[in-house]
């Protein structure tokens, strides 16, 4: 079989992922690595899943065990839809769907509602998962610049004298940059969507991890204020996790949207998956009903990440070369430098790799033959000593890159 001719024309646009590849690299005990996403696996509730699992196989083994809904187990819906309300926002069951990780989320949304050759807008650099899921449609990527307050949203209003399908982004501590879209380009921006009649896709898997900083409400919450409204009917399809703030390996999300993108997005996942694994909506739900319990869980993630990148960013001060920068995130789990435009973030992890360091270089992350002279470093995995040693390696990579 010429395996060259095979396959169809939409795999043209696939590749493997260039942070999961790295990852592999970075398996070895001796890598110090900062590639992944990877939340610090010694703060994993360990024993609390037991004891969940425990509980619902001795006292519904049955019903966990079977085929399930496809909108997901009506008390995590519940749950979702709760905690994702507050007094302003009052979101219903029926808005919410469970997915395997918000991965499939961002998977499905561009299966209902993206055509071949449609226009997109997303924000430059943003989430290679989203690039690597949606590429395959042969889009037109309309990107919009960004600095250390996110997306410059004015940037999206000359764009729309060509018709676009919808926004995406991530205006929550963003990957890769680590970046937070301020309330005033959160206001614009609803009423850009309101005035346009665009969709938006808020991808949120980091909102809650903030370390400083004040609070910025959901894009979906400002969208439905700025409609006057209180239920979720507008315009934002909104993507959320337990991957980082309780477990990635039991793959469970959500989208919260308006009941029609619910109901598509449900025949969608009818023919993908039929349903998110039972066992693990049960075994989330049952952490998850704890509310204290949670709630302490996600504060303790926030003391120990914030003291990480606290860590990670004066390391950096103390030992990288004055003409590299870097973003100082309020929250989530990464932050992006940016080297001299002469240098090759790529070859540089050639050299840091013999150092047993690890990054991801960003290129991959733009739109567009840009972004080579940057990489995106993750705070939350490696133990504080390791940040330090890690980060005190880099800095001698990188000086001699300078040289
Ligand atoms: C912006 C963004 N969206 C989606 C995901 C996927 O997360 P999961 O499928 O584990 O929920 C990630 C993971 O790193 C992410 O950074």
Known sequence: MNWDTVFAERTSEMKRSTVREILKLTAKPEVISFAGGLPAPELFPVERIREATDTILAERGTEVLQYSTTEGMPELRKLIAK?????????????????????????????????????????????????????????????????????????????????????????????????????????????????????????????????????????????AAHRGATDVTGNVIYCGTFSKVLTPGLRIGWIAAAFPVIDKLVQAKQATDLHTSTLNQFISYEVARDEEFLNNHIAHLREVYRQRRDLM???????????????????????????????????????????????????????????????????????????????????????????
């Open 83 to 223: 905690r994702l309300s507050n007094d302003t926002l009052k979101i219903s069951p029926e808005n919410i769907l469970i997915t395997s990780g918000s991965q499939q989320g961002v998977d499905m949304i561009a299966r209902i509602l993206l055509d071949e050759r449609d226009r997109v807008i997303v924000e430059n650099p943003t989430y290679v998962g989203m690039l690597t899921s949606w590429k395959p449609y042969h889009l037109h990527f309309s990107a919009v610049p960004t600095d250390n307050n996110g997306m410059q949203v004015e940037g999206i209003v000359p764009l729309l004298k060509d018709k676009h399908k919808l926004i995406y982004s991530i205006p929550t501590f963003q990957n890769p940059q680590g970046t937070t879209l301020t309330r005033e380009r959160r206001e614009k921006l609803a009423e850009i969507l309101v005035d346009n009649n665009l969709l938006y896709v808020e991808d949120d898997p980091y909102g809650e991890l903030r370390y400083s900083g004040d609070p910025v409400p959901s894009v979906l919450q400002i969208e």
């Open 313 to 403: 960013l004066k390391t950096m001060e103390d030992h990288f070369p004055e003409e590299v920068t870097w973003t100082r995130p309020e929250g989530g789990l990464f932050l992006m430098v940016t080297m001299p435009a002469h240098l090759n973030a790529a070859e540089l992890l050639v050299k840091a790799l013999e150092q047993n360091v690890a990054f991801v270089p960003c290129d991959a992350f733009f739109i567009g033959d840009m972004g080579h002279n940057t990489f995106r470093l993750n705070f939350s995995n490696a133990r504080p000593e390791m940040i330090v040693e890690g980060i005190k390696r880099l800095g001698v990579v990188l000086k001699a890159a300078m040289r």
